[in-house]
């Protein structure tokens, strides 16, 4: 049983920078893909990005490449989204999530077997 933490939510101006991070405990962490998910009110939980095990590759959806980094370090069991040129329409609260194994797509959060509480992140115009 894997219990993800996420931390480094918070408000900030549009073109702003944030820092997530996501601690793991309960498992092994090196094991797992691992994922950034946001849910806007009354809209879905959307994917962000996600990095396999091994960081055998990144993913983003279109909206954040080329502003947003995922990054992971196993020897912390930590995974982290690195948040650059924030926009209003990034204000969501994110989620961390991991997968024992994914079967499809790394943006089909229906794979992901563990969540985290989600961390608020306000972006203001």
């Known amino acids: 049983q894997v219990q993800l933490v996420e931390s480094g939510g918070g408000s900030v101006q549009a073109g702003g920078s944030l820092r997530l991070s996501c601690a793991a405990s309960g498992g092994t962490f090196s094991s797992y893909d691992m994922a950034w998910f946001r849910q806007a009110p009354g809209k879905e939980r959307d994917f962000v990005a996600a990095?396999?095990?091994?960081?055998?590759?990144?993913y983003y959806t279109d909206s954040v490449k080329g502003r947003f980094t995922i990054s992971r370090d196993d020897a912390k069991n930590t995974v982290n989204l690195q948040m650059n040129n924030l926009k209003p329409e990034d204000t969501a609260n994110y989620y961390c999530a991991a997968a024992s194994w994914i079967g499809t797509w790394y943006s089909d959060r229906s794979e992901y077997d563990y969540w985290g509480q989600g961390t608020q992140v306000t972006v203001s115009s």
């Open positions: 990095i396999p095990r091994r960081s055998v590759g990144t």
